[in-house]
């Protein structure tokens, strides 16, 4: 259990003596039998508690508090906590404070993002580098480059055997301090990764298929899934370099993980996974602040960012591409410089198809290009109206969806209104991406 006391002499809240503390303390230790050390800032309470038998406990035993009471220390947090459980170890911090305290549970990340790697490293070569300069290094996970399987996509993850490892690691590995191969590295925490209930993925039927060519259609692949057991994919959506495949029944998509994973389509040796499932609508609203989560945009078909100096999706900003337990590769922030045209300058006639994703900030120009890219007719958006209560215009759009290859249609409608055509229009994209 980690407590966060914040304690500190800004004049609010009662300061007890340093002998009536001190006397308290001992009074604890006396009781209780823990042992108190000071390491590292933080003053260590227990860990383990005596007559503990055994490893320690496992990752997601542990919570945060934070904004605890200025003027309380151990002997009146332990018995506040210990009616939840016997604890193992407090660790207190000396910081500043509010009045009110949170709880959330603690994220035990292991694991750190290392931007800007040589793409022509290989996985070997970036584990020796990492057990060079930092301890208790496990594994590195390396994702290849989706046009040449040859070159890395200039981003690795390094996978540490405890919290503490990850966190010393991060602070030596600072940026300056540290150049393999004579580059400057960019290092910072990985997302955690998503963690979904047991019985949530007992329903998956979705296998996550990543590393494949990007000349590797859908028809192949749904081909190379059925050889095993005909008629058992419904449908493949493909993306860049990886894929979603949909069963008719979930036995089948757990007997198809275990078959294909490993195995080759067109050159490449394929992962598969079961799919994690993502709240769709509140990961589309993240995106547009930059913090759309990798498994949303794997659905929504956003391109990954591959030179290696972003870290995922907004936070923090100074590094963007960060991958969560799926692995799968995430968009770029939309840079919205501004640069003046100097006399001279050429100016060249451009299609916004031959532009990337990248470009574009708004759902709507994301919806017009990706039915451009799938070969689908342009989205037909129908404007309907309604009057609120108190006489305000509400607006909706419905969108039309035709492809071309097969004059399959279909049409989707947000179930908000909206008081300007603008808003309105924008939610309908935003609402035809999540469940195209």
Same mark, same amino acid.
């Given at each position: 259990?980690?407590?966060?006391?914040?304690?500190?002499?800004?004049?609010?809240?009662?300061?007890?003596?340093?002998?009536?503390?001190?006397?308290?303390?001992?009074?604890?230790?006396?009781?209780?039998?823990?042992?108190?050390?000071?390491?590292?800032?933080?003053?260590?309470?227990?860990?383990?508690?005596?007559?503990?038998?055994?490893?320690?406990?496992?990752?997601?035993?542990?919570?945060?508090?934070?904004?605890?009471?200025?003027?309380m220390y151990e002997d009146e947090l332990v018995p506040v906590f210990e009616r939840a459980g016997k604890i193992y170890e407090l660790r207190l911090m000396m910081e500043f404070s509010?009045?009110?305290?949170?709880?959330?549970?603690?994220?035990?990340?292991?694991r750190l993002f290392i931007g800007a790697i040589p793409k022509d490293k290989k996985k070997e070569e970036i584990l020796n580098e990492m057990k060079k300069v930092t301890e208790g290094v496990v594994d590195v996970i390396v994702y290849p480059n989706a046009t040449d399987k040859t070159k890395n996509r200039g981003f690795a993850f390094v996978e540490y055997e405890s919290h503490r490892a990850a966190a010393m690691a991060r602070r030596r590995l600072i940026p300056g301090t540290f150049q393999p191969w004579g580059h400057t590295i960019q290092v910072d925490w990985a997302d955690p990764e998503k963690v979904v209930d047991e019985e949530t993925m007992q329903r998956v039927k979705v296998l996550y298929v990543r590393n494949l060519m990007m000349s590797t259609t859908e028809d192949k692949i749904k081909a190379e899934f059925n050889k095993f057991k005909p008629g058992i994919v419904e449908r493949v959506k493909k993306l860049r370099d990886y894929a979603f495949v949909h069963f008719f029944h979930r036995e089948d998509a757990v007997a198809a993980m275990s078959v294909?994973?490993?195995?080759?389509?067109?050159?490449?040796?394929?992962?598969?996974?079961?799919?994690?499932?993502?709240?769709?609508?509140?990961?589309?609203?993240?995106?547009?602040?930059?913090?759309?989560?990798?498994?949303?945009?794997?659905?929504? =078909?956003? @391109?990954?960012? !591959?030179?290696? %100096?972003?870290?995922?999706?907004?936070?923090?900003?100074?590094?963007? /591409?960060?991958?969560?337990?799926?692995?799968?590769? =995430?968009? @770029?922030?939309? !840079?919205?410089? %501004?640069?003046?045209?100097?006399?001279?300058?050429?100016?060249?006639? /451009?299609?916004?198809?031959?532009?990337?994703l990248s470009h574009f900030s708004s759902a709507v120009m994301h919806l017009d290009y990706f039915c451009h890219k799938n070969s689908w007719a342009p989205p037909e958006y129908c404007l309907y109206s309604t009057t609120s209560q108190d006489g305000k215009i509400l607006l909706v759009y419905k969108v039309l969806i035709s492809s071309i290859a097969d004059d399959s249609q279909s049409y989707f409608m947000p179930e908000k209104l909206c008081t300007t055509v603008e808003d309105a229009k924008e939610l309908a994209a935003q609402f035809t991406l999540l469940h195209l």
């Open positions: 259990m980690h407590k966060e006391n914040k304690a500190a002499a800004n004049g609010c809240g009662k300061i007890r003596s340093g002998a009536r503390n001190g006397a308290a303390l001992l009074a604890l230790m006396e009781k209780t039998g823990y042992s108190m050390v000071q390491q590292n800032g933080q003053r260590k309470f227990g860990g383990p508690p005596p007559g503990w038998e055994g490893p320690p406990p496992p990752r997601g035993c542990e919570v945060f508090v934070g904004k605890i009471p200025r003027d509010g009045k009110f305290i949170g709880v959330c549970v603690s994220l035990d990340n292991c294909m994973n490993g195995k080759c389509i067109d050159g490449a040796s394929i992962e598969v996974t079961l799919a994690k499932p993502v709240n769709k609508e509140s990961s589309w609203k993240q995106h547009f602040n930059g913090q759309i989560s990798p498994s949303s945009e794997n659905l929504l =078909g956003f @391109p990954n960012k !591959e030179d290696g %100096t972003q870290k995922s999706l907004g936070k923090p900003a100074s590094l963007s /591409v960060r991958l969560n337990g799926q692995h799968s590769p =995430g968009p @770029p922030e939309v !840079e919205r410089s %501004t640069y003046p045209i100097f006399p001279g300058i050429k100016l060249t006639p /451009v299609s916004m198809y031959s532009l990337k």
